[in-house]
């Protein structure tokens, strides 16, 4: 979609990448100095190993924590874990991955770090697993073109996107059908609180979540097979998004990745910000996290909305095109282009203020003309949901407006128990009758919206451009790391030493061998 | 002058008329719609007019009810739940603090013993927060330490101290043999006997304990399942300015 209603100066457009680039530049230059354990665990996945230790006194413990760990205290991550993992395999004459898990967890293997002729032995393996992962995650891929191709994309944009949330992924599956069958054409199974804090991910098919389903690639497959089905039943493809997100957003990506996942959530900062994790940790993982996505054809969602929902959605709106441009630039370097770019943006202007909707058409187009070629994800109000549903419904309809008035690519439905209760059949069903009606009543309106180019619209829009540019030079010249720390988005103050995970981080010896960043990189399959 | 005896107001006084919508597990037809109106006539609402319903997929049916409800109210008898502390929005939270203290709260948070379940304390503390909320950390005058899980209560009592804690937050979600209110009164003891009248108010949270066994287990504050980060926070600066005055 190009359309040029806001008349932008391309110049400043132009300015602002340039400063968002040269803000991250220094950020990217620190994930590549560094790995993490969520790094090395992902890429021992991708490598084939699944399964966990449940004869651990703490419950089930995955191989790839139970490896990765007694790797580190061996002989150190600084040179990555696939080396020291396959000459112990050879040294220990194991047949398998799993084995070697096991006897580890027996205290029968003692890592250390090959040399000579040994470490081109040990490189030589660990390429070739690796590189079956990756070949599964191109097959994935190229299943989905391929049903993609046979089935269909919905008719209409924006694409409809609804969540489940039961806790248990056979319900999920019941709730996820019926969203597809009543409209839906994206399903997103929220996570069960909190599991952006766990240091593993679960494993299997869980039944009891907090609040929404862990993410386990177990259930990844489960839904994605019932999601098949009803893609055929329904006449489209119908998505499936999960969460990589949290202290393991490398290794769900690459679970999303092995099982099919379509869309992620997927922030340069919202761990950083949102659930206090380490800076350092966050960005080295969300760079390897991209780059599988980008492999994966995964299209990513970012979360400026949540910068609208701690702060004020007029004062702050700069943060989001500051952040959405942030987001633009890490991604672009990780390998995603402007197709697999959901950046989020949000529906969350008090409703009492004074042209309150014409603002959010402003800051809708904004995001718009500036991302023209990115499939923008716009999400419905919370802050003011208040449990006047009916006040609520309205609002709804007024964000399903701005939706398609402004061309936006994946709508998250709004619910009117918002706030109220986890949404009723009927909540669900009125919420996508309430999309539908304007989709039918005003779908090509926007042929017709002509913003006046002295008018409120416009003028709104450059300001909050401007105020973006002038928020990115204050970050160019103090640092992103340094704007984190004092509380530029969302109001959360985060230094680079602190939060939870920054005991995961580790320096990139010069030797450090990782197969999987080297494919990534290069697109190579072996 | 309210009379004591009242009926919900539609146009006219003493109508009675209520609206309702429902879904029933019966596919739409006239069946649905009769059903319906059966609950609505058992909930005292008679007549009852069904003036909508359609099909939600193959098996369900979403009505909606409007009609005169046989009930009085009688106002004598309503009987409201005083709430100890007023429930306060964050602006008021943090004037209050700034007021009452001079001075920004001090709030550790942990969970203790060896549980590692931190869904419950980041629910209050992480600004991502809960139920629509956001957490402690949102407040701009509140000053929230999150030490984690498996903190050991000596590591708490000692990091309190060192941090001048005006609360310490403690969550607990494992009851196998009693954990949590074991490990809760272990806390209390410490704190009891390390600071004896100047520890920091001690609130006790997680899905298993009931709010009556404060007392018992030494702490000022139990909250149960469902408790959201406004009311930890209204709680505290309840009790922060009730022991001001104390004191």
Redesign the interface.
């Known amino acids: 979609m190009t359309r040029a209603l806001l008349g932008l100066d391309q110049g400043t457009v132009a300015r602002a990448r340039e400063l968002a680039a040269a803000a991250a530049a220094p950020v990217i230059e620190l994930a590549k100095a560094h790995t993490t354990v969520a790094v090395e665990r992902a890429t021992l996945r991708l490598a084939g190993i699944t399964g966990a230790d449940s004869t651990h006194r703490a419950g089930d413990v995955p191989w790839v924590n139970r490896v990765v760990d007694t790797v580190r205290d061996h002989c150190g991550l600084e040179q990555g874990s696939l080396l020291p993992v396959f000459h112990a395999l050879r040294e220990h004459d194991l047949g398998t991955l799993t084995e070697l898990a096991e006897a580890t967890a027996a205290g029968q293997v003692r890592f250390a770090l090959p040399e000579g002729k040994d470490r081109d032995r040990a490189a030589k393996a660990a390429r070739s697993a690796v590189g079956k992962g990756m070949r599964q995650v191109d097959r994935s891929r190229a299943q989905r073109a391929k049903l993609v191709e046979k089935i269909g994309d919905p008719q209409q944009r924006p694409w409809i996107y609804l969540i489940v949330a039961t806790g248990d992924i056979d319900e999920d599956v019941v709730q996820a059908c019926n969203a597809a069958r009543a409209g839906a054409d994206i399903i997103a199974v929220i996570r069960s609180t909190g599991q952006s804090l766990l240091d593993y991910v679960p494993e299997g098919a869980t039944h009891r979540g907090f609040a929404g389903t862990y993410a386990t690639q177990e259930n990844f497959r489960i839904m994605r097979a019932a999601l098949d089905e009803v893609s055929k039943e329904v006449g489209r493809y119908i998505r499936l998004t999960n969460y990589a997100s949290g202290l393991c957003m490398p290794e769900i990506a690459v679970l999303g990745g092995l099982e099919r996942l379509d869309m992620m959530l997927n922030d340069c900062m919202y761990g950083i910000l949102f659930r206090d994790i380490n800076p350092i940790r966050t960005f080295v993982d969300q760079r390897f996290s991209r780059q599988v996505h980008a492999r994966a054809g995964i299209i990513i969602n970012t979360g400026e909305d949540n910068y609208l929902t701690t702060d004020d959605a007029v004062d702050a709106a700069h943060t989001v095109t500051v952040s959405q441009l942030l987001n633009e630039r890490f991604a672009h370097e990780a390998g995603l282009p402007d197709e697999l770019l959901g950046l989020g943006h949000a529906f969350e202007i008090n409703p009492d203020l004074p042209d309150s909707f014409r603002m959010e058409l402003a800051h809708a187009l904004l995001a718009r003309e500036v991302f023209p070629d990115a499939p923008l994800k716009w999400m419905p109000p919370t802050k003011h949901m208040t449990g006047d549903v009916f006040r609520g419904h309205l609002l709804d309809g007024f964000f399903n407006l701005a939706g398609v008035l402004t061309g936006q690519s994946i709508l998250l439905v709004g619910m009117m128990t918002e706030a109220v209760v986890t949404p009723f059949l009927s909540d669900r069903d009125l919420a996508v009758a309430n999309v539908r009606y304007v989709l039918n009543a005003a779908g090509n309106l926007a042929e017709d919206f002509r913003p006046a180019p002295d008018g409120f619209i416009v003028k709104r829009a450059h300001l909050v451009l401007d105020e973006a540019v002038g928020l990115l030079e204050r970050i160019g010249r103090d640092g992103l790391l340094k704007a984190i720390a004092e509380g530029t988005f969302g109001l959360m103050k985060r230094p680079p030493e602190g939060g939870k995970g920054a005991d995961g981080v580790v320096v990139k010896a010069e030797e450090y061998y990782n197969p999987a960043i080297e494919m990534l990189e290069t697109g190579a399959t072996k | 002058m309210t009379s004591r005896y009242v009926r919900p107001y539609g146009d006219t006084t003493g109508d009675g008329m209520v609206q309702m919508?429902?879904?029933v597990p019966v596919p739409h037809g006239p069946k649905a719609e009769g059903a319906a109106a059966q609950l609505a006539a058992k909930m005292g609402i008679e007549p009852a007019m069904v003036v909508h319903s359609h099909a939600?997929?193959p098996d369900?049916t979403?009505v909606v009810v409007y009609g005169s409800v046989k009930h009085l109210i009688d106002l004598d008898e309503v009987k409201v739940v005083e709430r100890e502390y007023p429930l306060l929005s964050p602006t008021e939270i943090n004037t209050s603090v700034k007021k009452s203290l001079r001075r920004k709260m001090v709030v550790v948070g942990a969970c203790i013993g060896t549980d590692?379940?931190?869904?419950g304390i980041?629910?209050i503390l992480?600004?991502?927060g809960?139920?629509?909320q956001?957490g402690l950390?949102?407040y701009r005058e509140l000053r929230v330490v999150?030490l984690?899980a498996q903190v050991a209560v000596p590591d708490l009592v000692k990091r309190a101290r060192s941090e001048k804690a005006d609360a310490v937050l403690v969550s607990q979600v494992v009851t196998q043999r009693d954990a949590h209110l074991l490990n809760t009164k272990e806390m209390a003891a410490a704190f009891r006997e390390a600071m004896g009248e100047r520890r920091p108010l001690l609130v006790a949270g997680g899905p298993r304990f009931d709010p009556l066994q404060a007392g018992e287990l030494g702490v000022d504050r139990v909250f149960g399942r469902g408790t959201t980060p406004g009311e930890v926070a209204s709680f505290l600066v309840h009790a922060m300015s009730h022991k001001e005055k104390v004191a």
């Open positions: 919508s429902l879904t939600i997929g369900f979403f590692a379940h931190t869904v980041d629910a992480n600004i991502k809960f139920a629509g956001k950390e949102y999150n984690g």
